[in-house]
Every structure is written in structure tokens, then in C-alpha cells.
């Protein structure tokens, strides 16, 4: 089946550090990757997602591209602030069904 | 427009007891979906609802049942509750657009069993 793997958190950086998130994923053919972004004590909202190889998603400073040689989405941001603490998931769409399979998420802590 | 809403916020019961989590969404999405969040485990799929009048299992449907009631909510049933199903219970919808199928989650139910 399916899988999504993303690096264990938690992640600790200060304000204005370099972020990145790494995601793999195993399936078949090339399915939409998504990050979804939770922020304490509510749900998963969508981040940014990419729909075919070499796609660069991008929202609020973050971006993720869609490599297909190495199966990867890692999640970067040039300059974290205090407000970017959050659990990001890496997710994909199962093909042919219209469902996601989420990794187990990477929680991220940004000090001022 | 209030997206997604869920009910209860909290819940806390005991071995055995039942109860239903209630969902709605008003987008006009054809499918709905129930997922637990557990430590360390992510995100897990409990029962899906492609369109209305079909529901489907996820990744850990026993001791779970659904009813997609209508196109707006689709609700989830603890008929003897475990304390293994203590979790918070997310519920969320989507739209099969060509290449968007973006999630729309809820807040959040966050169940006790003991």
C-alpha cells in the first residue's frame, strides 16, 4: 500500500533559521503531495500541494517540489517566525480512490 | 460560511457507553471523511463517504459505524466505546475537482473513554 515517511520531530530552530521538512513516499505512478499545517487546538488545514513531477508548491514562504527521482516533497522556508509553530503532514491522494494517506506528522517549534 | 462544524467539542464517557459525533459541512462537497489523530500515529482513516449514499472503511474502521445522512453531514457512532478509542476525531470534506482535492477539516472532537 501506499506510505508517507517524514522526518521525526520535534524540530527546534530560532526565529529567522532555515526550515526544512523532509517527506518521502512510496506509490504507485505519481500521485498529488500535499502539506497540510495544524496549529495547536485546531484541525489540518491545506499548506500547499503539487500535482505532477517537478511541480513547485509554494504559500506564506513555504515551498516544496515534486521530485520523482528521489520520491521526495521536503517542506523548506528561508526564515521562520514564532508564528510557524505548528505539526505539518506530509500527505498523498491514493489513486483512485479519493483519499489521503498522511505521515505521521513533524512538529515544529520556532523561539524567538 | 462556516466550512466545517463538528459536535462536541469535548466528550468524555465511560466503558461500554455509546454515543454519536455529528458532522457538517456547508460547501456543497460530495465526499466526507472521518479520521482519529493519536500520538506518534498521524492521522488514520476511520470511514470515508465518496458521495452521498455510499460510506467505505479506512485504515481502522472496527468499533466504528457511519451514516452519511444527507450530502451536508455524515456522523460517526461509538456503539460500546473502548478506552483504545480515546483520540481527538477529525472530520473533513472534499470536492473531486480535477487537480485541487484539498481536505477541509473541522475542529476537532476530543473524546475520553475511561
Known amino acids: 500500500g501506499n506510505s508517507v515517511t517524514q522526518m521525526e520531530g520535534p524540530v527546534t530552530l530560532s526565529e529567522e533559521a532555515f526550515l526544512t521538512i523532509n517527506c518521502t513516499y512510496t506509490?504507485?505512478?505519481?500521485?498529488?503531495l500535499f502539506w497540510y499545517v495544524q496549529y495547536p487546538g485546531e484541525g489540518l488545514q491545506l499548506l500547499l500541494k503539487?500535482?505532477?513531477?517537478?511541480d513547485k508548491g509554494s504559500n506564506k514562504g513555504f515551498e516544496a517540489t515534486y521530485r520523482k527521482e528521489t520520491t521526495s516533497f521536503h517542506l523548506e522556508k528561508g526564515s521562520v517566525q514564532v508564528s510557524d509553530s505548528a505539526v505539518y503532514f506530509c500527505?498523498?491522494?491514493?489513486?483512485?480512490?479519493?483519499?489521503?494517506?498522511f505521515g505521521k506528522g513533524t512538529m515544529l517549534l520556532v523561539s524567538p | 460560511n462556516a466550512g466545517v462544524t463538528q459536535t462536541p467539542k469535548f466528550q468524555v464517557l465511560k466503558t461500554g457507553q455509546s454515543m454519536t459525533l455529528q458532522c457538517a459541512q456547508d460547501?456543497?462537497?460530495?465526499?466526507m471523511y472521518w479520521y482519529r489523530q493519536d500520538p506518534g500515529m498521524g492521522l488514520r482513516l476511520i470511514y470515508y463517504?465518496?458521495?452521498?449514499?455510499?460510506?467505505d472503511k479506512g485504515e481502522v474502521p472496527n468499533g466504528y459505524n457511519v451514516s452519511r445522512l444527507n450530502k451536508r453531514e455524515f456522523s460517526l457512532r461509538l456503539e460500546s466505546a473502548a478506552p483504545s478509542q480515546t483520540s481527538v476525531y477529525f472530520c473533513?470534506?472534499?470536492?473531486?475537482?480535477?487537480?485541487?482535492?484539498?481536505?477541509?477539516f473541522g475542529p476537532g472532537t476530543r473524546l475520553t473513554v475511561t
Open positions: 473533513a470534506s472534499s470536492e473531486l475537482a480535477s487537480d485541487s482535492y484539498e481536505q477541509y
Open positions: 506509490a504507485t505512478g505519481y500521485p498529488s
Open positions: 503539487a500535482t505532477k513531477a517537478d
Open positions: 500527505a498523498l491522494k491514493n489513486s483512485g480512490y479519493s483519499t489521503l494517506t
Open positions: 460547501m456543497n462537497h460530495n465526499s
Open positions: 463517504s465518496a458521495s452521498e449514499g455510499t460510506t
